[in-house]
């Protein structure tokens, strides 16, 4: 099957299981297709095992044929986070940069040790050789939240301003602080030479500095071209070009690619969208983009849910996965937790917004891109053919599985609750 003919099969997997859902359940859409695609991935290899239908090898084929990690990181993240950043409202990122900044950088370094370390006692004790850089690798790319998972599930469920502000910002941002991480320590367990304080320092500066500053200019520049015309047609083609060409060209610069594609999306969606676009255009603008990301966010969940088929498991696995998941949340907590004392210095914050953040903090297909790109071969139990690579792909995917159908379908009474807190604690006094 070709790698068109996989993906016009996974839209129409997508859109069933959507309609089925509206009909029937009423799930979050998201929830939904990711929640069929692992039950219908759990029945083809069932299936498979026991000789029914063997359709197993050649869905695994499919898979991976379709490359999960150049299809997200290459393809279809550009899209997702220009179309979310479209949305989001600049000045209540101002109010809340600082915030922002920290949980984005602080927030994602601390994780990091955090987990490692803590998996690498958890590996200890099972007896399992699975060597602290490793460790420290799956904790780089298991801190970083999902911004198209929060996005396509927190973020619309109207959680309070501030709190559903730091939700967004956090992981629209933490990308690039999270991809200098992962690459430093990936360079460590992989790498000819070890980096050195400048060569990460130099990594930062033009992977997430350049993407910024990249990012601005494109969205400058764009935001000049839209104003010279009035044709609708012509003013959406030009916000196509941003995550298509724009992307493909911060890759020529070496520079953060989701970042730009976070600052441009950022500019078009205030600056030009309130004195470049008329009321027809930003009508057709919201409507033309919410489109795009209901379908990419179809099929990239879809996928998630499927790509276990590639997966080779065995008892080992299994165990590491069930240890991977609270490991992450306490991550999480541990280092939300740490940046608020610093936060609650300098403001008052509703009481809920730790709990939100560490249960709100997804985890979804930009893990497993990272996952997917450590290199096979590295043995940790040779006689089992179990591998380090195998190892990190089945925990990142018990986390991403679980914190998109658990902490995703559970975390609106605590919305709920913080919506209370703000009413009572913020109502206008009466005249």
Excluded at 380 to 407: C, H, N, W
Aim: proline letters at 3%; a neutral charge; aromatic letters at 12%.
């Amino acid at each position: 099957m070709s790698v068109y003919a996989t993906l016009c099969l996974l839209a129409v997997m997508a859109m069933v299981i959507s309609l089925i859902n509206e009909r029937f359940l009423k799930f979050q859409t998201t929830i939904a297709i990711t929640a069929g695609a692992l039950v219908l991935s759990l029945i083809i290899a069932i299936a498979g095992h026991v000789s029914w239908v063997t359709i197993d090898n050649q869905a695994a084929d499919a898979i991976n044929q379709l490359n999960f990690e150049d299809f997200l990181l290459k393809g279809m993240l550009g899209f997702l986070l220009f179309a979310g950043a479209l949305g989001t409202k600049l000045p209540h990122l101002r109010d809340q940069k600082w915030e922002i900044a920290v949980l984005a950088m602080g927030s994602t370094l601390i994780s990091t040790f955090f987990i490692g370390f803590a998996l690498w006692g958890v590996v200890s004790l099972l007896g399992i050789d699975f060597d602290l850089i490793y460790c420290l690798l799956f904790g780089a790319l298991i801190s970083p939240t999902d911004p198209i998972a929060v996005l396509a599930i927190v973020k619309k469920m109207n959680a309070p301003r501030r709190i559903s502000t730091q939700v967004e910002g956090e992981s629209l941002f933490n990308d690039g602080f999270g991809l200098v991480v992962f690459v430093t320590i990936f360079a460590i367990a992989f790498g000819d030479t070890q980096p050195t304080f400048l060569s990460v320092s130099h990594l930062f500066l033009q992977e997430a500095v350049g993407g910024i500053v990249y990012g601005f200019v494109l969205g400058r520049v764009f935001h000049f071209l839209i104003k010279q015309t009035n044709q609708h047609s012509i003013e959406l083609m030009l916000t196509m070009l941003v995550p298509t060409s724009g992307y493909v060209f911060a890759e020529v610069l070496h520079v953060s690619g989701p970042l730009a594609m976070v600052v441009a999306g950022l500019i078009i969606g205030n600056r030009t969208r309130s004195k470049g676009f008329s009321e027809e255009s930003r009508q057709q603008l919201d409507h033309f983009w919410e489109l795009v990301d209901e379908f990419l966010n179809g099929v990239l969940f879809l996928l998630i849910g499927m790509v276990m088929l590639a997966f080779s498991f065995h008892p080992e696995d299994w165990v590491l996965a069930l240890a991977a998941i609270p490991l992450a949340l306490a991550g999480r907590f541990v280092s939300v937790r740490t940046v608020y004392f610093g936060f609650n210095r300098f403001r008052t914050y509703n009481p809920w917004s730790v709990p939100i953040l560490t249960w709100g903090g997804l985890r979804g297909g930009l893990s497993l891109a990272m996952a997917m790109s450590v290199p096979a071969g590295i043995m940790v139990v040779p006689d089992k053919g179990i591998d380090v690579r195998e190892i990190i792909l089945v925990m990142t995917y018990s986390v991403a599985v679980f914190s998109i159908l658990v902490q995703g379908s559970s975390i609106t009474p605590m919305i709920k609750r913080a919506k209370v807190w703000e009413q009572d604690n913020f109502r206008k006094p009466k005249r």
